[in-house]
């Protein structure tokens, strides 16, 4: 594989030099911003006056939507995974990331043996081969400017996309006048990616949104003696340049936390985005604008898996949020597409399905995220779980769009909880008795200790009434051989893993949402009983109706239900439709019982 270029992206420092004037005159631009915003309202440059801008009304109807990391790194396509690694290791860090991939090798000095990635470049590329020699690679011939993926959205729900117009490694899907042989038309597709998929997007009636990174790996202007020239000449402008000539619905930023948004003059950009901009009125954005600013600044607030900032207790969102906030989730450890990653690595539409009624209870989006393939095409195991979301949102959509959460109760209960466990074997991501920037949440993860057996630390989970899943690990873990942890929340991203044994105990999940005159209460799984109840329910017997969306209504319009009668003594008790297992449902992983006047 030859470069199509002999400049190499990031030695032309004469051209982006010679942009200075351009990158300042649009600072001082951006400083200078004086317009009128959202509703009459001045937005200055201040965390107190920026948060005061509400979101835009369509925010509130998105529940579901997908991203796409898609770039030079979709080329070699690898990550050191679970399943490529010789030895169980459940803290792979970055080397988990395919998109990581520059990063992971050594950078411009790689590749570097003594990683997993620079040690797979050697062998397979060769010392002489560098990550810039990837991108004539990146072909894109099988894109088809987006349509079969918009299709593929529009047909199974989803309601927002975004993709990367920029990951850390530099490399712009649009091109980008700071980027000089290092972006989609001047190397690889020959394309501007970026337009073609906002199109294709609004064409299909897909709300569309472009993810950036804010810092660079290794842009000389930022690793060199004046980093902050970085942001003048080369963050800012671009910035300012995709929101004028692609006038994106969201902007979802990353790559924030190696300086405070002082550094990155985000601030002052973001009174201009709001006050000015041609999107000013329209615009969604994220929490990522600073090293200070996750879970406490921005629009929408964003658990990357449920964690990584200190509104998330490693779940989702700390219970009873009422800021916007969405869940961020991967299929398996990658964001980019990787080729090391097996089908065991994947979670399906029986861990999303759920997930989904989770989020959107508690009042969040989740947001799906893909890997394409070099040439365009977005897996074949990453569709499937598109499309079997779907599957079960033709069914129950009317619980989920168009809702809110419940203004009275709880969001959530479990019911018929039984001293019996699912087996699974994977483990999950998070070892620490809280997680990561858990800040007084109720999830958490307790150390057993070490017990010799599964059976022990399952018998040590049904000690506890609190106990959901319990995860042990056998003797081939090294370090953690024989460790049993216990959660009280199925909520943590499960990572499927050789050596580990995690079980689900037996019980039905209950999520409420709310829609005119509804309440919508979506269980998992099904439940085996004839009867189920809710013990936070009130529903009056006389006027109260209740049905299973996707089953025919009973001939008097209602199933039978049982109510308590008094808001001291709330629950009712519905009489479930006599079905075998997975024969005669509506739909699969999660079922919805309407509630017509409930509370």
Known sequence: ?????????????????????????????????????????????????????????????????????????????????????????????????????????????????TTGTGAYHLRVHGQDFTYQDFASDFKADL????????????????????????????FELWPSPNAYSWNSVDIGPKQDLVAAFLKSMRDAGVH????????????????????????????????????????????LMDGEWEHPSDFWKTKEWLAWLFNDSPIRDTVVVDDRWGSETRGRHGGV????????????????????????????????RSWGMSRSEDDTAYKGAEFFVPLLARVVADGGSLMLNLGPTSDGRIPAMQSLVVREIGDWLRVNGPAIFNSSTRRAGPRSEIVQKRDTFTTKRHG??????????????????????????????????????????????DGTMGAYATMCYLQNSTGYMLLRQSGASTGI???????????????????????????????SVML????????????????????????????????????????????????????????????
């Not at 400017?145 to 530099?170: I, P, Y």
């Not at 999940?509 to 013990?535: D, K």
């Open 1 to 113: 594989m030859q470069c199509e270029s002999t400049v190499r992206p990031y030695m032309r420092l004469d051209f982006v030099m010679g942009r200075i004037a351009l990158g300042l005159a649009v600072a001082v631009a951006v400083a200078e911003t004086t317009a009128i915003g959202v509703q009459g309202v001045v937005y200055n440059a201040t965390w107190e006056s920026l948060d005061a801008r509400p979101n835009p009304e369509w925010w509130g109807d998105i529940k579901y939507g997908v991203s796409l990391h898609w770039g030079v790194y979709s080329v070699p396509a690898f990550s050191v995974s679970q399943s490529s690694s010789s030895t169980a290791d459940p803290t792979l860090g970055t080397q988990a990331y395919a998109e990581w991939y520059w990063h992971n090798m050594g950078g411009p000095t790689g590749p570097d043996n």
């Open 143 to 170: 894109y088809n400017n987006a349509e079969d993926w918009a299709a593929l959205f529009k047909e199974n729900g989803v309601q927002m996309a975004v993709l990367t117009s920029k990951h850390h490694d530099g």
């Open 208 to 251: 569309a949104g472009l993810y950036h990174s804010v810092f660079e790996w290794f842009n000389p202007l930022y690793r060199g003696p004046n980093p902050q020239s970085y942001v003048d000449q080369k963050l800012i402008p671009d910035l300012t340049t995709l929101v004028n000539d692609y006038t994106p619905d969201m902007l």
């Open 301 to 332: 607030y964003v658990c990357e898996n449920g964690m990584f900032s200190p509104f998330c207790d490693g779940t989702g969102a700390s219970g009873g949020a009422t800021h916007a906030w969405m869940y961020w989730a991967t299929q398996a």
């Open 428 to 473: 999950f991501t998070s070892v620490s008795n809280t997680p990561a920037g858990a800040n007084g949440g109720t999830a958490s993860i307790t150390y057993v200790g070490k017990t010799l057996t599964e059976n022990a630390c399952e018998k040590a989970c049904e000690a506890r009434d609190d106990c959901l899943v319990y995860t042990w690990y």
């Open 505 to 535: 105990r037996d019980f039905v999940e209950v999520r409420y949402t709310a829609t005119t005159g509804v309440l919508n209460a979506i269980v998992s799984p099904y439940p085996q009983t004839e009867t189920l109840t809710l013990p």
């Open 540 to 599: 009056p017997a006389g006027s109260g109706r209740v049905t299973l969306l996707g089953v025919e209504a009973p001939p008097n319009g209602t199933l039978p239900f049982w109510p308590s009668g008094s808001r001291d003594d709330p629950g009712v008790t519905i009489a479930i439709p006599a079905v075998a297992p997975g024969i005669g449902l509506p739909c699969r992983y999660a079922f919805t019982f309407a509630l017509t006047g409930a509370v």
